[in-house]
Nanobody
Framework: QVQLVESGGGLVQAGGSLRLSCAAS????????MAWFRQTPGKEREFVAV????????DYADSVKGRFTISRDNAKNTVHLQMNSLKPEDTAVYFC???????????????WGQGTQVTVSS
């Protein structure tokens, strides 16, 4: 069992940066793939980034490649999403997720945080 708590969301101007964090409870954090998804009202949850157990492998949605970076610290049970060059279309609730498979599909992830709002103004 893993419990996830996101933080770091907020309001930022276009072109700015934010760093999201996800703190995980449980001793098996390093066993999970960790991912970030985002969702806007009326739309399905969208894949943003995923990182492997060791952190050696990552994958990103095309819409965020080159702007966002996912990282993890297994000693501190945390995963981060550094978001640079933010655009108004990045506005969403961002969710942290843990799962046994490194996919881009929300249903493949077993544990979810409550989400943190990111708003990018133009």
């Amino acid at each position: 069992q893993v419990q996830l708590v996101e933080s770091g969301g907020g309001l930022v101007q276009a072109g700015g940066s934010l760093r999201l964090s996800c703190a995980a409870s449980g001793r098996t954090f390093s066993s999970y793939f960790m991912a970030w998804f985002r969702q806007t009202p009326g739309k399905e949850r969208e894949f943003v980034a995923v990182i492997s157990w060791s952190g050696a492998s990552t994958d990103y949605a095309d819409s965020v490649k080159g702007r966002f970076t996912i990282s993890r610290d297994n000693a501190k049970n945390t995963v981060h999403l550094q978001m640079n060059s933010l655009k108004p279309e990045d506005t969403a609730v961002y969710f942290c997720a843990a799962g046994f498979w490194g996919t881009t599909t929300p249903s493949d992830f077993n544990f979810w945080g409550q989400g943190t709002q990111v708003t990018v103004s133009s």
